[in-house]
């Protein structure tokens, strides 16, 4: 009996971290539409995502990229680096990995998520 009970506390716990996750994922790919840009990078032609915003939104983006290269098992997760612009301070992030833009451009695929498509066609 106690077995049961802690597997139906085992499957909820399980299932809000799978919900947390997907929305999370979900408000990734919304500020990288926002705030972001694919380009393709010089050297090797491979896609790569920036976002640039307020400095103070280090912890965020920090946080947001670094949940999705652990889920995806990646390793060398990227961290914020600032830059100054018209005298003012930015957080700027990169995903270079493929592996992470694929899925988050899967993802949209796969969930029929709005986003801007000419951001998004460059993958």
Known sequence: RIFTHLMIIIEFFMSF???FF?????FLIGFIDGDGSIVLRTDTKAPKISIKCHYTWENNLNYMV???YKVLQIKNIPKVHFVKQNEKEY??????NQKAIHY???????NNLPCLKRKWEMI
């Not at 997907?22 to 979900?26: C, E, F, P, Q, V």
């Open 66 to 68: 670094e949940n999705l």
């Open 91 to 96: 957080a700027e992030i990169t995903i270079g």
């Open 17 to 19: 971290i799978c919900f």
């Open 22 to 26: 997907l929305n999370l994922i979900s």
């Open 104 to 110: 988050l451009k899967n993802f949209i695929q796969d």
